[in-house]
T-cell receptor, first 115, second 114 residues
Framework: AQSVTQLDSQVPVFEEAPVELRCNYS??????LFWYVQYPNQGLQLLLK??????LVKGINGFEAEFNKSQTSFHLRKPSVHISDTAEYFC?????????????FGTGTLLAVQP | KAGVTQTPRYLIKTRGQQVTLSCSPI?????VSWYQQTPGQGLQFLFE???????NKGNFPGRFSGRQFSNSRSEMNVSTLELGDSALYLC?????????????FGPGTRLTVL
């Protein structure tokens, strides 16, 4: 079984400041890792994903994440946030085998960017 | 390409009624998954379909069901609605079931049960 933990339910940050959203996972099998963003009254949009290879993954809107296998973490970072980054961010895992698209999500982190 | 579309976007029902939600995947995508999003339980997997067959099912009661048509469009049905079924229902599509496939989500259907 897999599980995803996002310890911070809300992260307040000032505009142009850096931010890190934390994600830890637990799995007995190999997984792929994802970050999705959800703006108010919208569905989920893929920010970035780790499938294999380089542990530093770059995504859209200036976000990046680093996969750390030993710490089972996949933290999301942005060096300078904008007001428009205010949204809920979800970390998710999917097993690498088994012919399934089933995603296991964390509980989400609300990023609140203040002017 | 057009994205994943879901209809209707908003729905209000009363307890005991049933409801059908529709999802049209991205053209060429053959896999459709459904998720329920609530403030209390977060995002939970309902089921997934590929080539008109249910491939995987989450831990939901039998009142929740779905199907997929030959054109890959999918519907989910909830019978005997309960207040706790109020949620945002999200549909996601992907090319297939390969692990490398990315899921693309629709805008969701907001269901309110009164």
């Amino acid at each position: 079984a897999q599980s995803v933990t996002q310890l911070d339910s809300q992260v307040p940050v000032f505009e142009e400041a850096p931010v890190e959203l934390r994600c830890n996972y637990s799995s007995s099998v190999s997984v792929y890792l994802f970050w999705y963003v959800q703006y108010p009254n919208q569905g989920l949009q893929l920010l970035l994903k780790y499938l294999s290879g380089s542990t530093l993954v770059k995504g859209i809107n200036g976000f990046e994440a680093e996969f750390n296998k030993s710490q089972t973490s996949f933290h999301l970072r942005k060096p300078s946030v904008h007001i428009s980054d205010t949204a809920e961010y979800f970390c998710a895992v999917k097993r690498t085998g088994g012919a399934t698209n089933k995603l296991i999500f964390g509980t989400g982190t609300l990023l609140a960017v203040q002017p | 390409k057009a994205g994943v579309t879901q209809t209707p976007r908003y729905l209000i029902k009363t307890r005991g009624q049933q409801v059908t939600l529709s999802c049209s995947p991205i053209s060429g995508h053959r896999s459709v998954s459904w998720y329920q999003q609530t403030p209390g339980q977060g995002l939970q997997f309902l089921f997934e379909y590929f080539s008109e067959t249910q491939r995987n099912k989450g831990n939901f009661p039998g009142r929740f069901s779905g199907r997929q048509f030959s054109n890959s469009r999918s519907e989910m049905n909830v019978s005997t609605l309960e207040l706790g079924d109020s949620a945002l229902y999200l549909c996601a599509s992907s090319p297939g079931l390969a692990g490398l496939d990315t899921q693309y989500f629709g805008p969701g259907t907001r269901l309110t049960v009164l």
